[in-house]
């Protein structure tokens, strides 16, 4: 029996598109390539939502050589959608009727001659579809073995990971400090306040903000013109001792570290009383945030700690990194998975490309990886 193998694509020349919410809609001969492709793929079974199904494809890029890339199907109302692309990079996002226009003008549509690119696409993957159609067995084989780790979901104890790659350790100046400070906040041990006034808040956003920008303590400078200064709000317009103005006053970002998605706000409980917080969104920030937190803590400006279970996990490894496609913004997790990083670009830091290389196999050797998903028909 001949061994399924995916033909390499080669002169792939589709239309970059970076916005993969806003496809091209096209019309006409334009849509034609596309739909025989849509058709030729739904011999497959259903694979999610809004009836997507999805096949690996492997293309030589200019740059980058080798890569597999994917084409993904789906169906939305009135439209198909085609997404065809790689890591990072949407070579084809489009769509077009369920329903073709009679009227639709097709000359308004080739995109730069990109119709008779997708013509050329459509006749070197029309085979492949029909191959995995004939054989889904051999191919779910075939990517299960030879789909790089890099595009693979999976996860691996922070313990392990940091054992591998000590660089992903967090290192903290008093580690000892930061686990009694987010220990007190999970026993709820924070100042709570009767009231919540523009004064009272601005003095420990200033003691967060001084610390997480490392600057300089004036003390001649007020905390409300601290704020004032740094986060060039006006606030004459309100009284700096009501609880009313308070509220007219936290808006927006009114609590935002600069542009760091670190945040000091103020909450009024169910009890009616108030508690001044910190949060985080990014992980990649993680490590100031923890020196902000156990520097308030220390000088006297304790705060609740958003999370703060899950960032005692992560400081004494408990929990586990997960790997992703793309991290994009490297948001802290939750669950159990504290944060993501990416196989192969978070390691580029590893200069010495023989100790990388072993470092990612000593990776994919200790992690659990999921299921490629599986095709059938």
């Known amino acids: 029996m001949k061994q399924f193998t995916l033909p390499l694509?080669?002169?792939?020349?589709?239309?970059?598109?970076?916005?993969?919410?806003?496809?091209?809609?096209?019309?006409?001969?334009?849509?034609?390539?596309?739909?025989?492709?849509?058709?030729?793929?739904?011999?497959?079974?259903?694979?999610?939502?809004?009836?997507?199904?999805?096949?690996?494809?492997?293309f030589q890029s200019e740059y980058d050589g080798v890569q597999w890339g994917y084409i993904h199907i789906t169906t939305y109302r009135e439209y198909r959608y085609m997404y065809i692309g790689a890591k990072r990079t949407h070579f084809a996002?489009?769509?077009?009727?369920?329903?073709?226009?009679?009227?639709?003008?097709?000359?308004?549509?080739?995109?730069?001659?990109?119709?008779?690119?997708?013509?050329?696409?459509?006749?070197?993957?029309?085979?492949?579809?029909?191959?995995?159609?004939?054989?889904?067995?051999?191919?779910n084989a075939y990517i299960n073995r030879y789909v790089p780790y890099a595009l693979?979901?999976?996860?691996?104890?922070?313990?392990?990971?940091?054992?591998?790659?000590?660089?992903?350790?967090?290192?903290?100046?008093?580690?000892?400090?930061?686990?009694?400070?987010?220990?007190?906040?999970?026993?709820?041990?924070?100042?709570?306040?009767?009231?919540?006034?523009?004064?009272t808040y601005?003095?420990?956003?200033?003691?967060?903000?001084?610390?997480?920008?490392?600057?300089?303590?004036?003390?001649?400078?007020?905390?409300?013109?601290?704020?004032?200064?740094?986060?060039?709000?006006?606030?004459?317009?309100?009284?700096?001792?009501?609880?009313t103005d308070f509220r007219r006053f936290a808006v927006d970002h009114y609590g935002e570290l600069g542009l760091s998605r670190c945040n000091v706000h103020a909450y009024k409980r169910d009890d009616n009383k108030w508690e001044i917080s910190i949060g985080l969104g990014y992980y990649h920030n993680l490590d100031r945030v923890l020196e902000t937190i156990t520097t308030c803590y220390e000088t006297g400006y304790p705060m609740k700690i958003w999370n703060a279970d899950k960032l005692l996990e992560i400081i004494e490894e408990r929990d586990y990194v997960g790997f992703a496609v793309c991290t994009f913004h490297q948001y802290l997790g939750h669950g159990e998975i504290g944060n993501d990083i990416e196989l192969d670009d978070d390691l580029l830091f590893i200069e010495d490309s023989k100790q990388r290389r072993a470092a990612q196999r000593a990776i994919i050797q200790a992690a659990e990886w999921s299921t490629l998903e599986q095709v059938s028909c």
Request: charged share 35%; proline share 5%.
């Open 9 to 58: 694509l080669r002169g792939l020349y589709l239309p970059r598109r970076r916005d993969y919410l806003n496809p091209f809609e096209l019309r006409g001969e334009a849509a034609k390539p596309m739909q025989q492709i849509y058709e030729s793929i739904s011999r497959l079974a259903i694979m999610g939502e809004d009836e997507r199904r999805s096949i690996w494809i492997r």
């Open 93 to 139: 996002v489009c769509k077009w009727r369920v329903e073709p226009e009679d009227t639709a003008d097709e000359s308004a549509n080739d995109f730069f001659g990109y119709k008779q690119a997708y013509r050329e696409f459509a006749d070197k993957v029309l085979p492949i579809i029909d191959s995995i159609c004939a054989d889904p067995r051999s191919y």
């Open 202 to 243: 601005c003095r420990y956003f200033r003691a967060a903000d001084e610390q997480f920008h490392s600057v300089l303590h004036d003390p001649e400078l007020s905390d409300v013109e601290y704020y004032k200064k740094h986060k060039w709000h006006d606030l004459n317009e309100f009284d700096l001792d009501s609880e």
């Open 152 to 199: 693979r979901e999976g996860k691996i104890h922070r313990s392990t990971l940091n054992q591998i790659v000590p660089e992903f350790k967090l290192e903290l100046k008093n580690e000892t400090k930061t686990i009694e400070a987010l220990r007190r906040s999970i026993e709820e041990d924070y100042p709570i306040f009767d009231a919540m006034t523009i004064r």
